[in-house]
């Protein structure tokens, strides 16, 4: 198989669909993917059947147990990707959206009009229902799409892709809308990142090595966070409790996620009563403490945290404690070693709330609220493709919106300009 | 001078000017720029004498006369830059604009918030008059900027930074917020386009080579397009007159800017009393048609088109004709020799209309109406710092909000995530 060959291939059929996509009304998208929900439901044997060989191929090279959970198809997990589809169904289609035609001096009349993106990339590890989500919302909003899955999952994948095909042909839709790459080798990947011409954008979701090496090689931009180094930053005029439910929350609801609070910032003024109240709790649960100096006064159990240690997303039972003299400190401390993901204040006092979500340069930035929170479904976005730290196009949880883009509509009747 | 070092100072000193730009309210921004508009006609004799050494200089390296012209000052050209800043002044300040916030079954409220890109890199020919424009604008939204202009310009632009960096201080803001490079070194291109840890966002204004480099070597995002190969279709359902005047305005308001049509697409069946009525005009204006065979026979003198002409962007009274079997001809002709910029229909047909609005995938398009308006003035954004034919972020003309992202808000009273 001659892989450039091949690549470009599935590079030009994805433009050529996506024109397609790009005119369909929302009816026939929306039956399509209530068509793929149904098709993926009657498959579940055949899904099984095809897991079960990546399974058994990855039990023999030694994958580990985290992975191979991720790996795995199960009826309950087939269900729940076939709601998925039915989800995606009922949210408002974007396309063709215009938004207030106003008129001008000249007398033409201005407007957008929401319009797809055009063809999006997908390159993904492991968990095989990404393959029946990314490309059910690219669906949705009027893109066609190439999914690049992990090789661990291929024959997981080709078999949901099987049923996409079917689904979006039944309804006389191309089945190249959504096209998953049919080779494990890895140069397939670099032909993806290198076809500007044919691809839009590229969404990597998987660990940070993928995410580095995508960002590195697109020639297209990128939809991506790298890090979720989330903070929570108690105030001297936080409320006591507020604070260490939050707090607590942040770091245990679950640990490997990306907007897991990673390091906890506590005022001075108000630690000692804050840490001895929180401590407890996180030693109950098994997180692991590493703090600063002052830190370490009022808690003599814990490690001390390096400079590195600010810098790491544990994903995982561990955090790091500083003790900052106030808000300013605070801010800086985020500005230094966060990764403009997801940081909270807890604070009663207005102004500085204010000042904290004004000035704090992350994608999500949260009053009195756990960081656990950032997330497509929890903002009403209906569902993420992934989630931005960038400031360009979208930023924060990705939705159906962060897949399109808007064009300028003018109507005039003869208008000239003089 | 070591200009990785001195481009290395110029990036850091943006990225913290950017931070208290970010935070500076409306009152002080518009302060400024009054203050710059001020310093800009206090310093006229100033500015002449720096433009009269660029111009001498330029004349001794005998630069064409269209370079002249756009890189000579005047006082009217000086008294246009102040009251383009005026007018900046007066645009509403996109920063720290709350959408609705939403509260979700969680009982969380969530929003986003209007925020700067952070730090904008803008690369310019000739034209010293957008130093000013593009700091302004840049300065309006938050931004700090760096400038590099043209070679040819460097003495107009070092004298209108000087109005520009003194107004800054006089405000109490960082004079660093808008830096002009002040070496003529090529070198500092490349350096500025490797510095992706301090600039945000590259927008190239020029000639399509400065564009093609910027595209090619950028590591950040880039806001741009490279050429405006602009159409008018005139539908069987047009009226001829609206037509005529269309399709004359397009081609001759103004050659040398990306929205002038470059290709006239004429429907077969209203081809002849088009033609016959346009052709004189076009013929007075001193605009050589290049047609297609068809065409050739109902305007026997005019020149055969080859397949470059449609490809071609030509700045000058030449134009392209090719005649169509209607509106699907016609889009299929924009999909493959359009730039994706500005194409417009004639017609009285709502169906086609909707039909071409909807389906042509350019950053403006226009029913009966000149592509001429296609501008950030005209299409009431205040003001224009480029257009862009992507589809990510900014598309069509560029003003304000594009120099913007938005953050996701979280406003909670304790909440966590169960």
Redesign the interface.
């Known amino acids: 198989m001659d892989i450039k060959q091949y690549m470009q291939g599935v590079g030009k059929r994805a433009r050529e669909a996506s024109?397609i996509m790009?005119?369909t009304d929302t009816a026939t998208k929306n039956q399509a993917l209530l068509k793929i929900a149904d098709l993926i439901i009657e498959s579940q044997d055949k899904l099984l059947e095809a897991n079960a060989l990546d399974l058994a191929a990855a039990k023999t090279n030694d994958l580990d147990a985290a992975l191979l959970d991720r790996l795995e198809l199960t009826p309950e997990r087939i269900k729940s990707m076939a709601d998925g589809l039915r989800q995606v169904a009922e949210l408002p289609d974007p396309i063709?959206e215009i938004s207030a035609m106003?008129e001008?001096p000249?007398g033409?009349k201005?407007g957008r009009?929401r319009?797809p993106?055009?063809v999006i990339g997908i390159i993904f590890e492991s968990r095989p229902n990404v393959t029946a989500d990314a490309a059910g919302l690219c669906l949705k909003s009027g893109n066609a799409t190439i999914l690049r899955g992990g090789s661990e999952a291929i024959n997981s994948n080709q078999a949901i892709a099987a049923c996409i095909k079917e689904g979006l042909l039944s309804c006389g839709l191309p089945g190249n809308a959504a096209q998953v790459i049919e080779t494990t080798d890895r140069a397939a990947v670099g032909e993806l990142l290198k076809m500007s011409e044919y691809v839009?954008?590229i969404i990597p979701r998987g660990g940070k090595g993928l995410i580095e090496r995508v960002s590195k090689e697109a020639r297209m931009?990128v939809i991506k966070h790298l890090d979720g180094i989330c903070h929570v930053y108690i105030d001297d005029h936080a409320?006591i409790?507020?604070a260490v439910?939050?707090a607590?929350?942040?770091k245990t609801?679950r640990y490997g996620t990306c907007n897991t609070m990673e390091c906890l910032l506590v005022a001075e003024n108000i630690a000692e009563p804050v840490l001895k109240k929180l401590a407890p709790l996180y030693e109950d649960a098994g997180v692991e403490i590493r703090g600063c100096d002052k830190s370490q006064k009022i808690l003599p159990g814990i490690t001390s945290a390096s400079d590195e240690d600010y810098h790491t997303e544990y994903l995982a039972p561990i955090m790091s404690l500083r003790i900052v003299s106030g808000i300013e400190e605070a801010m800086n401390h985020i500005?230094e070693y966060g990764s403009n993901h997801t940081d909270?204040i807890v604070t009663e006092d207005q102004d500085n709330a204010d000042r904290f979500?004004?000035?704090v340069?992350?994608?999500?930035?949260?009053?009195?609220?756990?960081t656990?929170?950032?997330d497509g479904f929890?903002?009403?976005l209906g569902a993420e493709i992934g989630i931005s730290t960038d400031?360009?196009?979208a930023?924060?949880?990705v939705g159906l919106e962060g897949l399109t883009?808007?064009?300028?509509?003018?109507?005039?009747?003869?208008?000239?300009?003089e």
Chains 1, 2 share one sequence.
């Not at 340069?361 to 756990?370: F, G, I, P, R, Y």
């Not at 883009?405 to 300009?417: F, N, T």
């Open positions: 024109r790009a005119r063709g106003e001008r000249s033409i201005v009009m319009v993106l055009g839009d954008v931009p409320d409790d507020k439910k939050i607590y929350n942040a609801q500005q909270a979500i004004r000035e340069d992350s994608s999500s930035v949260m009053v009195n609220a756990s656990r929170f950032a929890e903002y009403g400031k360009f196009h930023r924060g949880p883009s808007q064009k300028y509509i003018v109507i005039g009747d003869g208008h000239i300009r």
